[in-house]
């Protein structure tokens, strides 16, 4: 009974999308107000719709109603309770589900809260929001519906892939779905403004938050999902270039590049045209990442098994959005105005360098991602472009990012002075040059370019640091000064900061790992020693334990470094009951300066284990960097000017301040 | 500076970027570009010496062989018509078996043994690579639908 109430909420979702996606642009088109206030109830009634499938469904996999298929292929009862409710999008139909609830939330939130906004731009925000509902929830009910009942029911399901019960994954979808989607948002916006033929700051502000916020989830989303992979794949890479990865790395590029060009429209009103056609860009590529990882027609080392049909009809949908909104932009582009001038190097032009390097840099990933596809529709040849590839483009291009990134935020806007600012950052130019002479000499050596690359990441931080400081006059003024100008200083400026400090603490993380790693490789018995730099990972002993629903090896490796005991390590290699899949859990003992991964693999039938152990540098800065990036973030959506509906109340504040002034 | 002049200047310097990202894949391409080879394509003798190239196949029946040193192991890719020996050594992804699809990448030593240095995971163990699946349709071996 539940799963019928959720296939047909989910048709009559599909029918308020249709009305939703038509009627207010009509309306606003042709001047029809009934027409127009139609949008906001179509939303919500769609999120409602969309709300109770999504329940019904989760319900089913929380009970293991094990007369529907999809609950039967992901589910067993043994299932701890976290990955009986993971198991819901942790599967093609439900994914796609879980996509679609989001895009419904996303709708349902413009028409709640977009009180404030022109009801036109409302009208039409909400009707292209309709638009790629319809096509989602065409897509699931034609293609993939989850609710399908099993004429014969089993006893009980066939597990979910082990791979994927892990706390970290379980979280690592919705993540990386509240970003795609979220990019959604953008879109509808661009879409709606090429419809209005108008582009102002006020759009710049609505517009910001919404891809700040998709920007975080996205960041988060894409962190989970490397670090999931550096502590269950055993083998502590944390990146691959895969085609998977890339998918979800191409809109964050765009992303960030959108971020930062909003910011152009709304203080400057330039870079219109640019902004909207980047915001097409990104969701595009947001669809084009869904499509990638669902059709599977690259080879990937995170690849599912999927149906190629579905991956057909995501095709068909990419091209109508991506051929009908660049049509649109087309059109209607060009009658952008531009605003203000500015010369090259200002705040404007910082920020058009950092566009125009993420979307070349964007490019490259893209190229390398598809130009399998190409070569073998055009001459049949079958190729994989990996890691080499990418280290040669994109990295060259990020360089020269990284660099300006410090001075950027201390040009002025409209006419810069770059001497100035070079002159500000001389004593991060001082703290770069001492990591970089420090690193060579704990390193002894080492590549040159990791070398540099500790040096920039110094850079960065300690530009960040210096221009924040500088917007405090800290030293220069008295403190009491300083700390009124702190608490004077707009969220958005402290968020900026955080998330530079962000990117410096990632690259150092990339270029530790990358650079210094040490392992060793064994097979081990108890009491065996091994030592990798410093440290001495001895072998105490191992056993099979018991999970809910797996029998586990568990080797106990005690780690000490000059006969001084660091810590105690337990990997285990699991066996689930409902497959013949094995996954490794690694033991890692993070520091500050860097991790101890220890994988134990299967027994030889000597009592040894295959053991392997790496030291691998400084390789939590990435994550810990991620963090700090979206809180960043976070901080910054928290200024009150970023607050959904704040333009309005913004003027009306100012408005009384200058009737009491 | 005019509006025109400033566009002009920004739309230099982006395709100026694009020469120079150009000028990059095409360097990369040159040298790093994997090619995929069936067992049948390694015997057939084009394949260059000391490329890194992918060999994909099926991991033929009880020929894995775990060396006494516990982490090189031995196999056989075939495609049913040939068959290419592999060696690796490392951690197999958790879904390598017998019978199964499998991609790995490495060289060709001087014995006709494929050196792999890497063996691709997946993530499911209904999954099969699609070259393999592609070389498999050639050789008329493919089961699947």
């Not at chain 1, 909104?325 to 105005?337: H, N, V």
């Not at chain 2, 120079?20 to 790093?32: D, E, G, K, Q």
């Not at chain 2, 196999?75 to 690796?88: C, L």
Request: with cysteine.
């Amino acid at each position: 009974m539940i799963a019928e109430i959720g296939h047909y909420a989910l048709m009559l979702a599909l029918v308020l999308a249709i009305i939703q996606g038509t009627m207010p642009l009509i309306g606003a088109q042709a001047g029809i107000d009934s027409w127009v206030s139609v949008a906001r109830p179509a939303a919500l009634g769609q999120l409602f719709f969309v709300t109770i499938s999504f329940a019904a469904l989760t319900y089913a996999f929380v009970v293991s109603d094990f007369t529907i298929a999809n609950v039967v292929k992901n589910s067993h009862s043994a299932k701890p309770m976290l990955y009986k409710v993971s198991g819901v999008w942790g599967n093609h139909e439900g994914s796609l589900l879980l996509w679609i609830l989001i895009l419904a939330v996303f709708g349902g939130a413009v028409a709640a809260f977009g009180s404030n906004l022109p009801s036109y731009l409302r009208a039409r925000v909400i009707g292209v929001q309709g638009l790629i509902g319809v096509g989602f929830l065409l897509f699931i009910l034609l293609t993939s519906t989850p609710f399908e009942r099993l004429p014969n029911p089993p006893a009980d399901g066939q597990g979910l892939n082990p791979l994927l019960q892990d706390p970290g994954l379980a979280f690592h979808p919705p993540f990386l779905y509240l970003g795609y989607v979220g990019f959604s948002m953008a879109f509808s916006f661009a879409i709606a403004a090429l419809l209005e033929g108008r582009v102002d700051p006020a759009w710049a502000r609505w517009v910001r938050p919404w891809t700040l916020l998709a920007w975080c989830f996205l960041t988060i989303g894409i962190a989970l999902g490397s670090w999931w992979a550096y502590y269950e794949l055993g083998w502590g890479g944390w990146w691959f270039w895969d085609p998977v990865e890339n998918a979800s790395f191409m809109p964050w590029l765009l992303g960030t590049a959108l971020l930062h060009s909003a910011i152009v429209v709304e203080k400057r009103d330039t870079l219109k045209a640019w902004t909207i056609l980047l915001a097409i860009l990104t969701f595009s590529l947001s669809l084009l990442g869904t499509f990638i990882v669902r059709s599977g027609v690259l080879t990937s080392v995170h690849a599912f098994a999927t149906d190629p049909e579905r991956g057909v009809f995501i095709l068909a949908f990419l091209a109508v959005v991506v051929g009908g909104s660049l049509l649109l932009f087309a059109m209607r582009g060009p009658a952008l105005k531009g605003g203000g001038l500015f010369s090259p190097i200002s705040r404007e032009g910082a920020l058009v360098l950092n566009n125009l390097l993420l979307t070349t840099a964007c490019a490259t990933v893209l190229l390398g991602t598809l130009y399998p596809l190409f070569l073998d529709a055009v001459t049949g040849d079958k190729v994989s472009v990996g890691p080499p590839f990418f280290n040669a483009t994109f990295v060259p291009l990020m360089v020269p990012l990284l660099v300006a990134l410090a001075a950027g935020p201390m040009m002025a806007w409209k006419r810069g002075d770059l001497m100035a600012a070079i002159s500000r950052l001389k004593f991060a130019f001082a703290l770069a040059f001492i990591v970089a002479l420090g690193t060579w000499y704990v390193k002894t050596g080492g590549p040159v370019l990791a070398i540099f690359s500790m040096a920039l990441g110094t850079w960065l931080i300690a530009g960040a640091v210096l221009e924040w400081a500088g917007r405090l006059k800290l030293f220069a003024a008295p403190l009491a000064d300083s700390w009124r100008r702190l608490r004077g200083l707009p969220r958005a400026a402290h968020g900026m900061t955080l998330a530079h400090i962000g990117v410096g603490i990632v690259i150092m993380g990339i270029t530790g790992v990358e650079a210094w790693t040490v392992e060793a490789a064994k097979v081990m018995k108890p009491g065996e020693t091994i030592s990798v730099g410093e440290y001495d990972l001895t072998l105490m002993g191992a056993k099979t334990v018991k999970g809910p629903n797996y029998s586990a090896l568990r080797g106990t490796f005690k780690v000490t470094t000059e006969g001084e005991p660091v810590t105690i390590l337990e990997p285990e290699t699991r066996s689930y009951l409902t497959s013949t899949m094995e996954t490794t859990e690694a033991g890692i003992r993070p520091t500050l300066s860097s991790d101890l991964y220890v994988a134990i693999g299967d027994s030889d039938g000597n009592g040894g284990y295959a053991t392997r152990f790496y030291v691998k540098p400084l390789v939590h800065w990435i994550w810990t960097g991620s963090v700090i990036m979206v809180l960043g973030g976070f901080v910054s959506l928290s200024d009150r000017r970023h607050r959904v509906g704040a333009p309005a109340k913004r003027s009306t504040r100012s408005k009384l301040k200058e009737a009491t002034a | 500076m005019t509006r025109k002049r400033r566009r002009l200047y920004l739309v230099l310097f982006g395709l100026t970027l694009l020469g120079v990202a150009t000028a990059l894949m095409l360097n990369a391409f040159s040298s790093s570009l994997v090619f995929f080879h069936t067992p049948t394509e390694v015997k057939a003798d084009s394949i260059e010496k000391d490329r890194r190239f992918r060999l994909g196949g099926l991991v033929e029946d009880e020929s894995v062989k775990k060396h006494t040193n516990g982490l090189t192991t031995s196999f056989r890719i075939t495609d049913h018509d040939y068959t290419v020996d592999v060696i690796f050594e490392g951690s197999l992804p958790d879904l390598f078996r017998e019978g199964q699809g499998v991609v790995a990448e490495g060289k060709l030593d001087a014995n006709g043994v494929f050196q792999a240095s890497e063996v691709l995971a997946k993530h499911d163990e209904n999954y099969m690579p699609p070259e393999v699946a592609d070389a498999l349709k050639k050789t008329g071996q493919w089961k699947g639908e």
